[in-house]
């Protein structure tokens, strides 16, 4: 029984990476509220405050977003056969498509019609970036939590304002996660 279950469990995680991977342009961070959609909010195999951590473990683990992101979700659910699973169901569309574009690159590189659809695309893109944006930032503001809400605007300053480079963004707010974590230790030690 507990094999059938683990079989109905990888493969429904395939045919989400799939499909998420199949279906959404734009890069990493589009992404990210698919997966929120799908993870947390439709499998429930995630809450949302681990649906945070494991952006944050994507953005600062090499590769790709997507790619990272399954690996959590997939070693959660079941192990390394879930990894797998995972990594295999969101590698193969993008590999599939390349395979294709790579094959028909003259004509393509040269279609007014498919550079146009390309070009419109990033609007989309950008408005999916803002959806993320708002999904994942509006938590930390109804917590109501001054250093957290301080943090993401510092983190959104420095990146825009100052065009920090967000390699320096996510060292910086791990530290301050790491003193933050072990002072609220230390205060309910003593």
Same mark, same amino acid.
């Given at each position: 029984m507990k094999e059938q279950n683990k079989k109905k469990? @990888? @493969?429904?995680? #395939? %045919?989400s990476t799939l499909y998420l991977s199949a !279906?959404? !342009?734009? $890069?990493?961070? *589009?992404? =990210?509220? @698919?997966?929120?959609?799908? #993870?947390?909010?439709?499998?429930?195999?995630?809450?949302?405050?681990?649906? @945070?951590d %494991? *952006?944050?473990?994507?953005?600062?683990? /090499?590769?790709?977003?997507? *790619?990272?992101?399954?690996? =959590? =979700?997939?070693y959660? %659910?079941?192990?390394i056969a879930g990894t797998v699973t995972a990594i295999f169901g969101t590698v193969l569309p993008p590999f599939a498509i390349i395979t294709v574009i790579s094959v028909f690159y003259q004509a393509f590189q040269s279609n007014w019609l498919i550079s146009q659809l390309l070009e419109g695309m990033q609007a989309g893109v950008g408005a999916v970036i803002a959806s993320v944006t708002l999904d994942?930032?509006? /938590? *930390?503001?109804?917590?109501?939590?001054? %250093?957290?809400?301080?943090?993401?605007? $510092? &983190? #959104?300053?420095? &990146?825009?304002? #100052?065009? =920090?480079?967000?390699?320096?963004?996510?060292i910086t707010c791990g530290l301050i996660g790491v003193i933050r974590t072990l002072t609220s230790g230390w205060r309910t030690k003593n």
């Open positions: 469990i @990888l @493969l429904r995680l #395939f %045919l !279906f959404t !342009f734009g $890069g990493g961070y *589009v992404i =990210v509220t @698919l997966m929120k959609k799908k #993870f947390v909010d439709e499998c429930h195999w995630i809450e949302e405050n681990e649906m @945070l %494991l *952006v944050a473990i994507a953005q600062s683990s /090499p590769g790709a977003i997507a *790619v990272n992101g399954a690996i =959590v =979700v997939g959660k %659910l079941a192990g994942m930032g509006t /938590p *930390v503001i109804k917590e109501k939590d001054t %250093l957290s809400i301080a943090i993401m605007a $510092g &983190a #959104f300053i420095a &990146a825009c304002f #100052f065009e =920090v480079n967000v390699i320096y963004i996510i």
